[in-house]
């Protein structure tokens, strides 16, 4: 038989009220890739915090080449030969290349940090590992989070572990270099490491997966060659039931023209022309990462300095929108792409999150009525089906899909009248995905403008009415509904295509 | 070639703008204040001075971990009065300020202690640590200043006055000391693995810890490390004055955290150096000393330098707020 590198038996781990394990088990073998998939709540991040050393399970135990070891905290993960590139990047902003990639593990010459060997060394690993190119000097806050990534992978794999878990790599990653990540994972394969690959991007693991398994609740449910089976198969196991459609089908109204934005411009590289938007249609905004879709929209509602050229709204010239409450209150309002960042105050409770950008509404001379913001936050909690125990669960314990809803609800108390969905269905399973879609498609049924940017394509194709698609901060490219197509739109975001725009 | 390399690191070095600060205010002083040239001033200045920088390095070592001591002023009042009562006991000058060190060395343990085992916030768990250092020093001195000049033998005090405000070769002896002091920080933080660890913990402890870094030690460690720092400004304020009041040192954790904002060293951590501190702390000291030489209140001078320590900061927001926007 092959050569069995690791192997996780009966883990089990419960949190106070939730049972995030169950009995799970798991093996590796080494020159493999193993693709772990399962929905958000899976229980994947738990079972490889486990392997990390940052849980400890309630039961179960955890084999290394057929010892048995305990792994009581990272410091011991990494002595066994453990990497996990994590979802999350754990880089320090201020601190240089160099002192990140050797983090934990900095080399001495007579006990003295010698930062000259370390440079080279670096430099060095950059190029063998990761192909790259940075001064080792440089500050990691400096460089883009694509490459803040290549350098926490390149941190990892230079620990010469055995085993190299990714959780997630390619979320912040344009195709190019995910192309670039699997060609790096794919040498690291061959020189007979063992890599756990944790996506929720099932279409990666055509050209990556030798073996895959699947989790749900916290439970094992199948382990098969990826060979023998299809990404079809893998979401009905995922989910548990049959996924026959991916976005819902739907018949559109679309009415006038409510929305006119004649230009967005910055210091910086942004400058993009046009934006139309219509009563009840989805307008996707499509691009690389980078491409200035997320800065033109803050731009627009106030929250970025910039200059914004004519604003149309429902055939009213209005100024210049001079901050995010200014917009909200011309009925324009954007969902942040980082739920946790800027999406939700996670550690106050739902009603809270919910009524936070609409208390005026509830409120008389300065006074929150809070059985009136508590039944505004239950309709919407009975309206979009948000999963809680109560309106005073902490945003946090929610999942990602429910945070989202939870926002969705947020900006709807606002009354908008266009919505802007920044990556709406980021890190959220495909069952939440789903759910998710249909509310933005009764939204722009009770006519509101929505626009989507979103950097899942198959989301964009399957979601829009119109695309635009930018391409280093400026519009490359309109689509219309028989134009949407994934090369197409492709094409465009990457500069291999440009339309002849009069 | 090499000039620009040169001119670009200074460019880029968080350093230039604090000395460039420095720079101005002595000349400034120089012009406008005759007493400031006087060679008495100067050797007060460095007194006072030497204080400020221990005080400064140990506020920014927790500072550049991710913390802060607000104990600081209490651990050296604590520790400049133990060192006194030592000195009056006729205990020889050397084991006295190493006692002194190491009663502030038990107050960063105790600071420590409460930041890493019991988990508390470093602002709540040190503000406590304030009052409780203080409040010991009330006890310990019944309310009284310490002197040690009627109690001690004529040996102990000549040594102990030495090693306040002596001088070696026209040098006040306190600026050895701290010169000493900060060369060996200086070289921790840059060149060992420990002192690169408490850039990782400031930086980010998540990453720290997950990188397999003993983050409990390390915050642990650098607490106990400004408590001894605390410990030694202790002494050497208590041989400037050769006495300690049971207010000795107070307010000096503001004037430490003061001095290393103003030397760079970012209140988010994981940046600054000893550099910094130093020269923060030497800022601190000719601001004081300019204003008490000019005669202006010493409640003006407090609001004075409340308001340069807000714009000191401010400055630090918006040029880490420039920093994050700079991204490629």
């Known amino acids: ?502 | 070639m090499k000039n620009s390399k040169l001119l670009k690191g200074l460019k880029g070095s968080r350093i230039l703008g604090p000395v460039t600060i420095l720079v101005v205010i002595m000349m400034f002083l120089f012009i406008t204040t005759p007493p400031f040239r006087q060679s008495y001033n100067l050797t007060s200045l460095i007194l006072s001075a030497a204080v400020y920088v221990m005080v400064a390095m140990g506020a920014s070592i927790v500072i550049i971990g991710g913390g802060i001591d607000l104990s600081l002023g209490s651990i050296v009042g604590l520790a400049g009065a133990a060192c006194c009562l030592f000195i009056r006991m006729n205990i020889p000058l050397i084991p006295s300020i190493i006692a002194a060190v190491l009663v502030g060395g038990i107050c960063g343990a105790v600071n420590g202690f409460m930041v890493t085992v019991m988990g508390l916030i470093p602002f709540i768990a040190t503000l406590g640590g304030m009052w409780i250092y203080r409040g010991i020093l009330m006890i310990l001195t019944n309310g009284q200043t310490i002197a040690v000049r009627a109690y001690a033998s004529e040996e102990s005090l000549n040594s102990f006055v030495k090693f306040g405000s002596g001088s070696v070769l026209g040098i006040p002896i306190p600026a050895y000391v701290f010169a000493a002091v900060a060369l060996f920080l200086s070289f921790m933080l840059r060149k060992t693995v420990f002192g690169r660890n408490i850039y990782f913990l400031g930086s980010n402890p998540d990453a720290a810890s997950m990188s397999g870094i003993n983050v409990t030690k390390i915050k642990f460690l650098a607490y106990v490390i400004t408590g001894m720092l605390g410990g030694l400004a202790g002494a050497m304020l208590a041989g400037r004055l050769v006495s300690m009041p049971t207010n000795g040192g107070n307010g000096y954790e503001f004037e430490g955290i003061f001095a290393s904002v103003l030397g760079g060293i970012s209140m988010a951590g994981g940046e600054g150096g000893m550099l910094g501190a130093i020269v923060g702390a030497i800022i601190v000291a000719c601001i004081r000393n300019g204003l008490n030489l000019n005669g202006i209140d010493a409640f003006w001078q407090q609001v004075i330098l409340g308001v340069i320590i807000v714009m000191a900061v401010f400055y630090d927001t918006v040029r880490t707020k420039k920093a994050r926007n700079a991204k490629s």
């Open chain 1, 1 to 502: 038989m092959e050569n069995i590198l690791l192997e996780m038996k009966g883990i089990t781990k419960s949190f106070p009220g939730v049972h995030a394990l169950d009995n799970f088990s798991f093996n590796l073998r080494s020159g493999e890739v193993h693709a772990l998939v399962g929905e958000n709540g899976a229980g994947k991040s738990t079972l490889m915090k486990i392997l990390y050393g940052v849980y400890t399970p309630d039961e179960g135990e955890i084999l290394m080449e057929g010892k048995r070891v305990t792994i009581k905290n990272p410091s011991e993960a990494l002595k066994l030969g453990i990497g996990e590139v994590f979802q999350e990047l754990n880089v320090c902003l201020q601190l240089d290349v160099t002192n990140n990639i050797f983090i934990g593990n900095l080399k001495t010459k007579h006990h003295l940090v010698d930062d000259n060997a370390l440079r080279e060394e670096t430099r060095k690993i950059l190029r063998d590992t990761v192909g790259m190119d940075v001064e080792p000097t440089a500050l990691v806050r400096t460089l883009s989070i694509a490459q803040r990534q290549m350098i926490e992978i390149a941190k990892v794999v230079s620990r010469g572990g055995k085993i190299v878990v990714f959780d997630e790599p390619t979320t912040s990653l344009t195709k190019e270099e995910t192309n670039h990540l699997i060609n790096i994972i794919k040498k690291l394969k061959k020189q007979g490491m063992g890599i756990i690959y944790i996506t929720h991007r099932l279409e990666e693991l055509t050209i990556l997966a030798d073996r895959v398994t699947v989790m749900r609740d916290g439970k094992y449910i199948r382990t098969m060659d990826y060979a023998d089976t299809t990404n079809e198969e893998l979401v009905n196991l995922m989910v548990g039931r049959e996924m026959t459609e991916k976005y819902p089908v739907y018949q559109r109204k679309i009415g006038e023209e409510i929305l006119h934005v004649k230009g967005i411009r910055d210091k910086g590289n942004i400058n993009i022309g046009e934006i139309v938007v219509r009563k009840g249609e989805i307008v996707g905004m499509a691009g690389l990462v980078g491409a200035g879709r997320t800065e033109s929209m803050r731009i627009l509602i106030g929250a970025d300095k910039g200059e914004v050229d004519e604003i149309v709204l429902f055939g009213k010239k209005i100024s210049r929108l001079q901050n995010v409450h200014k917009s909200i209150e011309s009925g324009i309002v954007y969902m942040t792409e980082d739920r946790k960042a800027d999406g939700l105050a996670l550690p106050l409770n739902i009603e809270k999150n919910i009524s936070i950008a609409s208390l005026k509404r509830f409120s008389k001379r300065g006074i929150v009525n809070a059985k009136k913001a508590d039944e505004n936050a239950w309709e919407y909690v009975k309206n979009l089906k948000i999963k809680i125990s109560g309106l005073e669960q902490e945003a946090k314990l929610l999942s990602g899909g429910n945070q989202q809803k939870v926002i969705l609800a947020k900006w709807m108390s606002c009354n908008p009248k266009i919505l802007i969905f920044d990556e709406p269905t980021k890190g959220i399973d495909v069952g939440a995905k789903y759910e998710i879609y249909k509310l933005i498609n009764e939204l722009s049924d009770a006519g509101m403008g929505i626009i989507l940017i979103s950097s899942d394509l198959p989301e964009v194709i399957g979601m829009s009415d119109r695309v635009y698609v930018y391409r280093e901060g400026r519009t490359v490219a309109e689509l219309d509904q028989t134009e949407i197509e994934a090369s197409n739109i492709m094409q465009y975001a990457t500069g291999i295509k440009k339309q002849g725009k009069g």
